[in-house]
């Protein structure tokens, strides 16, 4: 089960932290993920890292802007949102699953998900 919070209404250029608890099952073996969906577009990937090692991957919208980390004591990942941008406004999810790392921004190989969190950014 992963449970999703941290967004909120803030101004462009400012900065929110996102947080997913994941519990109820060994994390060792997976791949934390980050997706967002803005209104009336698709789900899209914005940054993963593997529980095992660390390893991170983002999109290039977003590199250099945002930062995942993870919290293995708590079963915690974090997505530090800096310079935020009107055009980063999105529900943000995050997912969790055993997926090789070429597809790890892949919706689709994700089976478990957060319910959402929403951050909005006001020009």
């Known amino acids: 089960q992963l449970q999703a919070f941290g967004g909120g209404l803030v101004q462009a250029g400012g900065s929110l932290r996102l947080s997913c608890l994941a519990s109820?099952?060994?994390?060792?073996?997976?791949?934390m993920t980050w997706f967002r969906q803005a209104p009336g577009k698709e789900r899209e990937f914005t940054v993963s890292?593997?529980?095992?090692?660390?390893?991170?991957q983002y999109a290039d919208s977003v590199k250099g802007r945002f930062t995942i980390s993870k919290d293995t004591a708590k079963s915690t990942v974090y997505l530090q949102t800096d310079s935020l941008k009107p055009e980063d406004t999105a529900t943000y999810y995050c997912?969790?699953?055993?997926?090789?790392?070429?597809?790890?921004?892949?919706?689709?190989?994700?089976?478990?998900w957060g319910q959402g969190t929403q951050v909005t950014v006001s020009s």
């Open positions: 890292i593997r529980w095992s090692g660390g390893t991170t």
């Open positions: 109820g099952s060994t994390l060792s073996s997976y791949t």
């Open positions: 997912a969790a699953g055993r997926t090789i790392w070429s597809t790890a921004g892949d919706s689709q190989y994700y089976p478990y």
